[in-house]
Nanobody, 123 residues
């Protein structure tokens, strides 16, 4: 399985960006795509996740109401729409795929990882 993340860039505070993660290779009957981020000098943390079958979503409190995770069936792609970006959202964003239907407990349970895309929010 290959995950290709894209869409990062430089944006002013209050602006928007949309990240995408395209999955290719093997297919699974049930899987979950998650987004994580890692700010400079900090640990990687959970941002959002989507269960491919059913479309259930899960968000961290820090992004709830500002970020939206969605799917594109035709392109096997998951998007992360990020609105009202704040300085604290600056990080490298990673997409990851978990094979299974139950929400993973942590990043360690994800099976495949994309390469990361940098989001920089300026004042």
């Amino acid at each position: 399985v290959q995950l290709q993340a894209s869409g990062g860039g430089l944006v002013q505070a209050g602006g928007s960006l949309r990240l995408s993660c395209a999955a290719s290779g093997r297919t699974f009957s049930s899987w979950i795509m998650g987004w994580f981020r890692q700010a400079p000098g900090k640990e990687r943390v959970f941002v959002a996740a989507l269960r491919w079958t059913g479309g259930d979503t899960n968000y961290s409190d820090s992004v709830k109401g500002r970020f939206t995770i969605s799917r594109d069936y035709a392109k096997n792609t998951v998007h992360l729409q990020m609105n009202d970006l704040k300085l604290d959202d600056t990080a490298v964003y990673y997409c990851a795929l978990y094979v299974g239907g139950s929400w993973p407990s942590g990043s360690y349970e994800y099976d495949y990882w994309g390469q990361g895309t940098l989001v920089t929010v300026s004042s």
